[in-house]
């Protein structure tokens, strides 16, 4: 199935997220050669996908007949390599095992991601390898993981935002002021706070006691919906995990947007059924604006804005 593939780029899905990748790519143009585990493999080159964890840039096929060769080959191209498994996992391990050592020790919160240079590589065959020396997530496989904090949020809610932070390569600092809409139970507020900026925190369900008893935290029982942006004292960072549709989540930020009233966004945009790729293009045409799908987001992407392109 491979030997006559010219591979120009390969994006990697998020588990149980492979049927929603193909449907992106279809849309892009860019419909799969064929999938090896989650891999996506296609012939034309990379283009820019929302649902994708990490897109590999440069990728290669080569034939190999040894384990010695498959890791002489990798290390003369740099010395950072994260493998996919999916199949021959025997044979993989002990090419592992003759590359240098790659550290993949989970962040602990708020730390920048790493820089050196990481490929991604994967065996097809026994004698097939595909591996891409450019890739655009620094983690192994697009997949962030944290030292999770099992005992003070009251939900795993703040992985996402811990997640969409490391991402922008920034977050709440002292002195910021937020807002969080959509709060309850409080685990984004309580993220937000840990990290030393004041929050409000709206939502028509009381916050979880704990997380209120914070400092830096206020709370204001009420709908997300029913705020007028105009009439709000702007913040730095507006943030958003409130279930609704994603019209509703769109006229929501188009609203806090045009009433200047926030420097950034950091919105959840759930689906019910199926992905809604049209409403995506909506927030994706927005000024400043970018889409991303997490690791640790469910069937729903993240909404990025900044007044200024820049966060």
């Not at 097939?128 to 655009?136: G, H, M, N, P, V």
């Amino acid at each position: 199935m491979t030997e006559n593939i010219s591979v120009g780029s390969v994006y990697v899905a998020a588990p149980g997220f492979e049927s929603v990748l193909q449907k992106e790519l279809e849309r892009l143009g860019v419909t799969p050669a064929f999938w090896h585990g989650r891999l996506a493999v296609c012939e034309a080159p990379p283009v820019a996908s929302v649902w994708a964890l990490d897109i590999w840039t440069s990728p290669e096929i080569h034939t190999i007949v040894s384990i010695g060769e498959a890791a002489r080959l990798l290390k003369s191209r740099q010395r950072n390599w994260s493998l996919v498994p999916v199949e021959f996992f025997r044979r993989a391990a002990l090419i592992v095992d003759k590359l240098p050592p790659v550290k993949a020790a989970p962040l602990v919160f708020p730390q920048l991601p790493p820089t050196s240079p990481l490929g991604g590589w994967t065996l097809l065959a026994p004698d097939r390898i595909l591996f891409s020396q450019a890739k655009t997530s620094p983690f192994p496989m697009g997949e962030v993981k944290f030292v999770e904090d099992r005992e003070g949020p009251p939900s795993r809610a703040y992985l996402k935002l811990w997640e969409a932070c490391t991402r922008l390569g920034c977050w709440p600092v002292p002195g910021e002021t937020c807002l969080d809409l959509g709060a309850t139970p409080g685990g984004w507020t309580w993220a937000i706070a840990k990290l030393g900026a004041s929050v409000t925190a709206v939502d028509r369900a009381p916050l979880s006691p704990s997380v209120a008893a914070m400092p830096g935290v206020s709370f204001r029982q009420e709908s997300a919906f029913g705020l007028e942006p105009r009439n709000e004292a702007r913040v730095d960072w507006l943030f958003s995990d409130v279930i609704a549709y994603p019209e509703r989540l769109l006229t929501l930020a188009k609203r806090w947007i045009e009433a200047g009233r926030t420097a950034r966004i950091v919105m959840s945009v759930k689906f019910q059924g199926e992905t809604d790729f049209a409403i995506l293009d909506q927030f994706a045409a927005i000024p400043g604006a970018r889409l991303a799908h997490l690791f640790h987001n469910k069937h729903e992407v993240t909404f990025f804005w900044s007044e200024n392109g820049i966060f």
